[in-house]
Every structure is written in C-alpha cells, then in structure tokens.
C-alpha cells in the first residue's frame, strides 16, 4: 500500500472513532408549529382498566348481572351453626333486573349467616380509611327453622358489612343498620379502618345477618375515598398518575370496546348514564363483562379532571364480529346517537341531551373539537367504511361545522379500504411495533405528504419482544414494557414530535393494566397496578418527560447525527429551546449542540432517564427506572452534552 493511501485511510479511521454527533439548530429560524394537542392518552376496558382499576368500586359484580346463572365473586360463608342458602332471583328485585336472594334458615348473633364478596383481587385495606358502603335490600320471613326467637316476627335484625380477612379472622372495618325494611331501600354506611394497618389485599367484604328470614340484596357498592371525593369517582393514585402526564385529550372509549363483540354490546352510550344501580352493564370485547360504572359521563369528568378534553370516538356500524350496518337508512338511528351524543357532551341545558346531562349533575358544558368515526374500520372488509364514514360526517358537519371528523383509516392501509366520498379533517394511524422496527422508522413522517389530511396516531407501542402483542407468547412476558422498548418509543415521540405541525395528537395504547392473575388480555401496557398499589413503566416516564416539555413552535435544525434521536422545539413565551435526545447505544455518546441564533444563558436543566435495556419497573420494584433531574452548566454554544447509554434526555436550555 502507498504511504500517502496508508496515510489517508488510517485518517478515515480516527475521524470515524472521535466523530462527535453534533445538532446544528437554527434557533432564530421557526419553520413550523408544534401541536399543543400532540400528548393525549388513549383508553378502553381492557385489562381491567376501569373495573377493578380506574373505577373505585370495589365490590365485583355489585348487581348481580355478571353471571345469569351464579352470583359470580359471591360466596355463602360456613359459620357452625347457621344455615343459608343463596341464588340469583328474577322474580323479586328493585330495578326489573336480578336480585341476589339469601335464604337463611338458621341464624343469631353468635352463629350469623354471611354472603362474602371477593372484590377484584381482594378490597385494599388501608389504614385509617374510610370506606362508603351502600346497598339496595329488603327482607322477609321466610325460615322455616330457626335458633333465633326472632323468628316469629319479621325482623331482619341487624345486618352488618365488614371488611375481613381471607380467613375470617380479623375484621379490619364494620358498620351496621339496625334492621332492614320489607320494602327495597337504598342503605348506606360507613366503614372505618384503625390506624397502624399494613396495608392488604387478602381481604373480602361480607353481609351478616343475624336473624332467619330472606333477605334480597339487589345492588352492593363499597367505594374507598375517591379522587377530589368525588362520588362514583376514580382511584385517586392511578388518576393521578395520568394527571401528571399533563395530556391534553382522552380518545374514548375505544378502541375494540367502542365497537363490541357484536352491534348489540357495542358501546352505547345512552345505557352507560343515569344512576349507576340502573345501568346494565354489557359484554366487552376483552373476555369480561363491563359494569358502565364507569360510564359516558365518568369519562367526560375524567377528562375534566386531566384538563384535558375528550376526542370522542362514535360507533359507526361496524363491529368485531365483522358484522356492519348499510349505509343509508340502516344507518341513521346510528348518526342519530352520534349527533345526540354530541349533545350530550356539548349542548346548552336548553337543548335535550344537554338537559339529560345537567340532570346527571354537570350542567356545564364539555369542550369537544375532535370526533372520530368508529375505530379500525380497514376490519371491515366489506367496503362499507366509505359510505357509512361519508353519512356520520355529513350529518356531523351540518349540525357542528367546527368538528373535525377523524377517519379511521389511514396512509397505513389499503388505499382502496380509504374514504373517498368525502374529506376526513384528521386520519388516525395505529402502530403496534418491535422496538427495533421503530428505530429503524423513527423517520416514518419525515416525508408525508402536507397537502393531505392531518394525522392522529391514536394507539402505538413497541413491544421489546420479538412477537406483537396479540401472541399467545405475550401472556408470558411481564405486563409492562422494558427499557429497551422505551428507548424505542422515545426515538419513535421524536419523530412525531419534529412533524407535528402534521401529527395533531397521538396516544399510546393501552394506558393501563390490571397485573393480578387473569386480568390482563394485552401486554405492552403503560401503567400496572394491584389491588394496593401502581406503577409506571420506563415508556411511562419517557412519554410524561416528552408531554410535560414542549414548546409550541419548531425551529430549523441544519444538521443531525444518525446515531441518535432528536427533536427539538421552542417555547415562544419564554424563549425556551427544549431538546429532546435519545441515545439507543450501549454506550455513552458525547453530543455536539451547536445553537446557532440565540443568546443562550449558561445554565439549563436536563431530565434523564437511563438504564439498561432490560432494566424495568413492575409492582415490586416500582421504581427501578425513573428519570433523574439535574442543572446543565455552562451552556454555550457549542457545548458538549454527554448522553449516558441507552438513555432519554429531554434539556431545557434559556435564552437571555
Ligand atoms: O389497544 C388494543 C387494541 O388494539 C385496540 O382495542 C384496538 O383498536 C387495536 O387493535
């Protein structure tokens, strides 16, 4: 080899070992706006999101249509002595529905009768806290033999409600009424626990009634303090876990639970409002059934609660099952519960389902800018989507012009399954990929077309697994995602965050998961949570750290490094460059920033989350992988920021 080749390529070498990333940003130079809607959260029941989750009822199957042939979660406790029998009844209930009848046949205050209830994976004991029982129930004699001398007369006596051990043996909180009425009433109660209680979930709730007779309950509630208190509220750790995400919407209710197995366990709506003793519940599509406890209006008061506002996502006529409703006259009862769901949601009190909500207890109007048009719809092999999606978005713009009316099918999809009869505002895009596969497109909407509709990415997720998340083989893999697919979900943020002047709004999917036996169907979820306590998976921290800094306005950036992720945007107000960076090596990379156009102040502030790729967070070590905050010093520009390996950073760097 000739000296000066030698020369020239071991040159290559050393410039290829010390190269530097280096991001040239041209501060002063805007080029597009960022989206103020771009973090939001997306949900459904799944995993047990809502009963035995969000929802903070405790007690499962509160009225007994779980199961028409067993009072399911319900059991007789064997006291000696007593003697019980309990069954589902048809015949004798308060609300035309099922009641649960317990017969008792032998009872007194020392041998009671008692029906336990096993909540959703037990009732969380808590140390003083007080918990708000209420009950439909009524009584009559009935028992044929009797210990009790009060047998003769119709008097239920006492009837108490306890939280107790698995075993019985210790009683953690117990309230009581006197005796029950031969007609059904509403009872309510509270229930207190002692102070220096470890918390537990091996717990279950009981009804004890110490005189013979029947005694019929028709609905039994059981709520722990709520969020803010309110009544058939939230559980307040998990809701404020979203809260501190700061999303700015909620896409509800779905996903797979908006359309149902079948048209008829579709969501719908109007039977998911009113008292909640009424409601009938349905079958959701994820192998359980739905209490809509957690109903139309709890979701809108969630929203309410995040500050956030709701993109509501209509039934459009198309279900699991692969079943759809004609376009055309088949289909306007379904227009017309969208339009009169709107209503609901944003009408005057003057208006009829705007009346319908302030008599549910919210007169005041909800915000509401974005409706989407049923969920997944490219399912639908029928072709229908065009027509059905055309008719909801006529009717829709003509009575609220302002809506913009979101397709559910996107670039991603067939073009031939795309609606053509008319122009959907905002086309919503699904993305459930490795992690691999989404550093690889980080880029994906680099070159998307300007012109057309803008972009909702409504579910995404990486799963670090080599199999998506509907394989059985997910079932055996830990509920939440690793580090390893929080580097890719970051890296993918980046690149919707740098085209968000195209993506309005995106959301992961799903939000949360139940990680008791049996409760999940899906795996990667964002948040996991027991009957005690929840969590937040690295992907949690990446997305709370990315929607909880973000400018409103992107500036040019002249130049980047392949080797890692970026965006970055400014704050207008406060002059704020906020720089978010992903390095997915495994091994620290000092970072060139080079900032050009501003007078940058010297210090700054960065948050960094850092960990090995299978490095995670799970309920019993909750917070393993949790971002780190520190001062940036010396800012100048250029500056050398190192990035640990496989790390998100997001800096915040002022401007004088
Ligand atoms: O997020 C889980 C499911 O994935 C959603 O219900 C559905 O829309 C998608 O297929």
């Known amino acids: ?368 800018h974005y409706v989407e048009i049923g969920n997944e719809d490219w399912f639908d092999g029928s072709g229908s989507y065009d027509g059905r999606f055309t008719q909801f978005y006529k009717a829709i713009k003509a009575k609220y012009p302002q809506i913009q009316c ?17 122009n959907p505002d905002v086309l919503d895009e699904h993305y459930y990929r490795s992690a691999r596969v989404f550093l690889r497109d980080a880029n994906h909407f680099d070159e998307y077309d300007r012109n057309g509709p803008r972009i909702f990415v409504g579910e995404w997720a990486a799963h670090e697994s080599t199999f998506p998340p509907w394989d059985r083989r997910s079932a055996d893999l830990p509920p939440t995602p690793n580090m390893k697919a929080a580097l890719a979900d970051a890296a993918w943020m980046t690149g919707m965050e740098r085209n968000s002047d195209l993506i309005q709004m995106q959301s992961y999917a799903p939000l949360m998961v139940n990680v008791n036996p049996g409760a999940r169907q899906w795996r990667p979820d964002l948040i996991g949570y027991d009957t005690l306590h929840c969590y937040g998976s690295p992907s949690y921290y990446a997305i709370k750290m990315f929607a909880n800094n973000l400018g409103d306005q992107i500036p040019a950036v002249l130049s980047n490094d392949s080797t890692i992720y970026d965006s970055v945007t400014e704050d207008s107000k406060t002059g704020a460059i906020i720089i978010k960076v992903v390095n997915s090596q495994t091994n620290a990379q000092t970072l060139k920033l080079d900032i050009r156009g501003a007078r940058l102040k010297s210090d700054g502030a960065a948050v960094t989350l850092a960990a090995a790729p299978d490095a995670t967070n799970s309920i019993d070590n909750p917070t393993n992988v949790v971002p780190v905050v520190s001062k940036v010093t010396d800012v100048a520009s250029p500056f050398g920021y190192t990035l640990p390996a496989n790390s998100i950073v997001v800096l915040t760097l002022k401007s004088k």
């Open 1 to 368: 080899m000739k000296k000066p080749f030698l020369t020239f390529v071991l040159l290559c070498a050393a410039l290829v070992v010390v190269a530097e990333p280096i991001l040239t940003i041209q501060a002063d130079k805007i080029v597009k706006p960022a989206s103020p809607m771009l973090y939001g959260l997306m949900t459904e029941e799944i995993n047990h999101s809502y009963d035995g989750g969000l929802y903070a009822e405790l007690i499962q199957n509160r009225t007994f249509l779980d199961d028409s042939q067993t009072p399911k979660c319900w059991s007789l406790v064997k006291n000696n002595g007593a003697a019980e029998t309990m069954a589902l009844d048809t015949g004798e209930t308060f609300n035309g529905k099922v009641s649960l009848r317990l017969d008792v046949t032998s009872a007194s205050k020392d041998s009671p009768a008692s029906v336990a209830n096993e909540g959703y994976w037990g009732i969380p004991v808590f140390p003083s806290t007080r918990y708000h029982a209420s009950f439909y129930a009524r009584f009559g004699p009935g028992g044929s033999s009797s210990s009790s001398s009060s047998s003769s007369s119709p008097d239920s006596g006492p009837i108490t409600l306890s939280i107790v051990s698995d075993d019985g043996a210790t009683v953690y909180a117990s309230a009581h009424v006197s005796h029950l009425s031969s007609d059904w009433k509403l009872y309510e109660v509270t229930l207190k626990t002692g102070r220096g209680i470890t918390p537990t979930a091996k717990t279950r709730f009981l009804v004890t009634v110490e005189n013979p007779g029947t005694v019929w309950l028709g609905y039994v509630s059981l709520f722990p303090p709520t969020w803010k208190n309110q009544p058939n509220g939230f559980r307040k750790d998990l809701l404020q876990m979203l809260i501190d995400m700061n999303p700015k919407f909620l896409r509800l209710p779905g996903g797979n639970y908006l359309e149902g197995n079948t048209i008829a366990d579709r969501f719908d709506w109007k039977k998911t409002i009113g008292p909640v003793m009424d409601r009938p519940g349905h079958d959701g599509p994820w192998g359980y059934r739905s209490t809509d406890g957690l109903g139309f209006l709890e979701y809108l008061r969630w929203c309410e609660d995040m500050n956030a506002e709701p993109v509501l996502a209509v039934y459009a006529g198309y279900s699991l099952n692969h079943t759809h409703v004609n376009p055309g006259p088949d289909l306007e009862p379904y227009v017309q519960d969208a339009l009169d769901e709107i209503e609901y949601v944003t009408g005057s009190t003057t208006t009829k389902w705007g009346a319908e909500r302030a008599k549910d207890g919210h007169p005041k109007p909800f915000p509401l």
């Open 406 to 422: 979101i397709s559910t099918i996107g670039n991603d999809a067939d073009a031939n399954l795309r609606v053509r009869s008319s």
